[in-house]
């Protein structure tokens, strides 16, 4: 079982609706969950993180965090062809590793 | 402020040599990390540097090795290049070692032939 799983995708979603993208990870450890966002040939960004259970809401996205079913979710509302993106799930285990999921490419169909 | 660094862009080699990519953290920043990526395993964490001591350290083979200097400048060192190194190599920075936030450098692009 891989440490980090996120469906690779692509996911194809309309502009001006709601991407939905998971996360789920293996270490009960793990403290801090962390969303990245990669266009086409450059580097990650980050985008928000989470350590606490419940929903942390940033302008138009929204992570989930459920611990118990470690499980980690990123809702991005009013999707715009600028998010078309690969989005990387990342966790950091108690060892302070940052433990990443292959990415899921989302592309925001005008 | 400027952002991270990282030297060469692009890099070939051959298999056999050996390669060292540089990184320059922004400026004040004392944790380096670095991660390999390819399209098949994705990121993965190769080892995380902080006031010149390797704090963490993933699962890849000796020949991938790395150092930090006294400015927080950090360099990776990967020996006997094998075909399978052929990846890009991204460098974050963090002001502390722990810190929540990392900002990744744009990345050494090596491929080995």
């Known amino acids: 079982q891989k440490e980090v799983e996120q469906n690779s995708g692509p996911l194809s979603v309309p502009e001006g609706a709601i991407a939905s993208l998971n996360c789920t990870y293996s270490?009960?450890?793990?403290?801090?969950f962390f969303w990245y966002r990669q266009y086409s040939g450059k580097s990650p960004e980050l985008i928000m993180f989470?350590?606490?259970?419940g929903d942390k809401e940033d302008g138009r996205f929204t992570a989930q965090l459920n611990k118990a079913s470690q499980y980690v979710s990123l809702l991005i509302r009013d999707s715009q062809p600028s998010d078309s993106a690969t989005y990387l799930c990342?966790?950091?285990?108690?060892?302070?590793?940052?433990?990443f999921g292959t990415g899921t490419r989302l592309t925001i169909i005008p | 402020k400027a952002g991270v660094t990282q030297t060469p862009r692009y890099l070939i080699k051959t298999r056999g040599q050996q390669v060292t990519l540089s990184c320059s953290p922004i400026?004040?920043?004392?944790?380096v990390s670095w991660y390999q990526q390819t399209p098949g395993q994705g990121l993965q964490f190769l080892f995380e540097?902080?006031?010149?001591?390797?704090?963490n350290k993933g699962n890849f083979p000796g020949r991938f090795s790395g150092r930090q200097f006294s400015n927080s400048r950090s360099e990776m060192n990967v020996s006997t290049l094998e075909l399978g190194d052929s990846a890009l190599y991204l460098c974050?920075?963090?002001?502390?070692?722990?810190?929540?936030?990392?900002?990744f450098g744009p990345g050494t692009r090596l491929l080995v032939l």
């Open positions: 990342a966790v950091r285990g108690g060892n302070e590793k940052l433990t």
């Open positions: 974050a920075s963090s002001s502390e070692r722990g810190a929540l936030r990392r900002y």
């Open positions: 989470i350590y606490s259970n």
């Open positions: 540097y902080f006031s010149e001591t390797q704090r």
């Open positions: 270490d009960r450890g793990s403290q801090s």
């Open positions: 400026s004040g920043h004392r944790s």
